[in-house]
């Protein structure tokens, strides 16, 4: 609706001789004077030389003869304050209402876009710290997907590293046979080895060796390998199952292994490799770096590939199997000096083409009320299958007395309401930032939380399903919090493009707590099943409708399941 706007607006300008980029409408930002405004006159009046206020009356005489508007007023110092008519706001719903779409268009240029996101080492559980990663990739899969665009996501699983070796080692001095791995065992093994290879440098060197072993093959350790891969990732199904979350891929890093040979001899014939004590290494410098960046180290001292050469090596993979235009990694902040190596390194080469855009979506963490990652109360890292387990005993709790729920349903509905609450509590923060995991609040009906989302939509169908044998048509409003709430589901399209633009579903989950808003000061405001007039009514359900809708797309786009009722 925004872009409409602002084509009639350019054009307005274009007329009276100026630059039409000037006729940028936004939403306004004082609402109860009028709905939408242009500053461009204030923008422009350097340039042209004139007054801002002159300008302005200039361009809103020609705005004014537009059957669009209902009013065009112009504010010192050179504002252009739009209303637009309650036709034009009726024409664009029963639009959106009509398409599949819902309104929101797609992309014009589509691309291809590879989704790396998570990635979680195997061998150990999901712990909190993957969460962030996982949902906020699965978001922007879906979100650019549904934008029209072409993704692919790929679970990059850390499954070819140093801790591999360390874990194969505790396991045979453990005596521990391929057959008895399980999960459990794993969580167990996991840091014990950590901490002996910090501890015990014979332990180290060992773990060192067979991380070579295994890159190399050795029957032995490989069967061992394959079968803590699988057990982890029955682990990790379960988990991102409950999440919602899904891969079209899980190559990992032990797949990147077979391209490694054609990676380094790209690397050779460039002449980027060079020996750096023992290692070799690729200089990725530039000049403006400061501090320094040290050297990307693509074989090890004792032979081993390190994260860095199965990173580019993946890079590798992707262009020649997907030929993508970008690849996004949603994965921790702290990684980010690994992925400007491993771009610079892949850029330089000729591994990634010039255009191949390379973005690190680096999150933020979830921390704590004292304001570090989030810990268990016993100061352990918590696993996120807990975490789950105790949002959904909590959300069971506030639903045990609703009578809206059925009995047998009340399990079920609690378990969604604890993903929507802890997904929607994250996802509502721009990726950058770092946010305090506050379950009580997360959960509550009330305020920018994913319940209230649900909730909302649980009051919707409740509406909807009593007057289930009316046609909802939009052929009248009525009243200010009915336009409000039409203009805000008609920014769904402006939002997902900000989303998409700025790879940021907080954008997403902004619009929908938007809504959700302007629908309840719509319901306060507007009698809906008990209006008499059949035109009023059948309008209001059809906002209802449209709501619910568009709120069921904004869901699905963050990920989240919604209930029937609550
Ligand atoms: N395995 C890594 C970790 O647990 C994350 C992998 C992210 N993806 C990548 N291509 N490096 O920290």
Redesign the pocket.
């Known amino acids: 609706m925004l872009d409409q706007l602002s084509a009639i607006a350019a054009a307005a300008f274009a007329q009276c001789g100026f630059e039409p980029t000037l006729g940028r409408v936004i939403l306004s930002n004082r609402p109860q004077l009028c709905q939408f405004q242009c500053d461009g006159a204030m923008k422009g009046a350097k340039a042209l030389r004139r007054p801002p206020l002159e300008i302005a009356r200039a361009v809103a005489d020609v705005l004014a003869a537009n059957p669009v508007f209902a009013s065009v007023d112009v504010a010192p110092p050179g504002f252009i304050n739009l209303n637009v008519t309650d036709e034009f706001l009726l024409q664009s719903l029963t639009g959106a209402a009509g398409d599949a779409r819902l309104g929101v268009p797609a992309d014009e240029n589509p691309r291809m876009i590879v989704l ?6 195997v061998a150990k559980p999901l712990h909190v ?2 969460l962030r ?1 996982a949902i906020i990739g699965e978001s922007l899969k879906r979100l650019m997907k549904f934008i029209g665009h072409k993704v692919i996501a ?1 679970n ?4 070819w ?1 140093l801790q591999m070796g360390q874990v194969i080692a505790q396991l045979e001095e453990l005596g521990v046979a391929e057959a008895d791995i399980t999960a459990e065992l794993l969580c167990d093994v996991y840091p014990q080895a950590s901490a002996r290879s910090k501890t015990e440098p014979e332990f180290r060197k060992k773990a060192q060796d067979y991380t070579v072993a295994l890159q190399q093959r050795d029957p032995e350790k490989f069967a061992l390998w394959e079968k803590i891969v699988e057990t982890s990732c029955v682990d990790f199904r379960e988990n991102f199952a409950v999440l919602g979350v899904s891969y079209d891929y899980w190559y990992g ?1 032990s797949y990147a292994d077979q391209f490694i040979p054609a990676v380094l001899d790209i690397l050779k014939q460039q002449n980027l490799l060079r020996l750096d004590n023992g290692a070799q290494v690729v200089d990725v410098t530039q000049e403006d770096d400061n501090p320094p960046m040290p050297p990307a180290i693509i074989i090890k001292s004792d032979g081993a590939y390190n ?1 860095e050469t ?2 580019v090596a ?1 890079i590798h993979q992707r262009v020649q199997e997907f030929a993508p235009d970008e690849i996004w ?4 902040k702290r ?1 980010a000096l ?2 400007k190596q ?1 771009f610079r390194v892949a850029h330089n080469s000729g591994i990634a083409p010039a255009a191949l855009r390379l973005s690190h979506i680096g999150n933020g963490t979830m921390n704590g009320s004292d304001g570090r990652p989030f810990k268990t109360r016993d100061g352990g890292t918590m696993r996120l299958s807990d975490l789950l387990e105790q949002a959904t005993a909590q959300a069971m709790e506030k639903i045990a007395n609703s009578t809206y729920i059925a009995e047998q349903d009340k399990a079920d509905v609690a378990r969604k309401i604890a993903v929507a609450s802890i997904k929607f509590g994250d996802l509502s923060n721009h990726w950058t930032k770092d946010y305090i995991f506050d379950l009580q609040k997360f959960l509550s009906f009330e305020g920018k939380t994913g319940s209230y989302i649900l909730y909302t939509l649980a009051r919707i169908n409740s509406i909807l399903g009593k007057a289930s044998d009316d046609s909802p048509q939009f052929t009248q409003l009525t009243g200010d919090a009915e336009r409000e709430l039409a203009i805000g589901l008609l920014l769904t399209g402006q939002q997902f493009a900000q989303a998409a633009a700025q790879q940021a579903p907080n954008f997403v989950a902004e619009s929908a707590y938007t809504i959700a808003v302007a629908f309840a000061k719509f319901y306060h405001d507007s009698n809906i099943l008990g209006e008499t007039c059949a035109q009023a009514r059948a309008s209001r359900l059809a906002l209802c409708k449209l709501t619910r809708d568009l709120l069921l797309l904004h869901l699905d786009i963050l990920g989240i399941e919604a209930v029937e009722a609550m």
């Open positions: 790396d996101y998570c990635g979680p080492n710290g993957h990663p790929d990059h699983l850390g499954d590293g890093e994260y199965t990173d993946t990694y949603v994965v921790d990684q690994h992925f491993v």
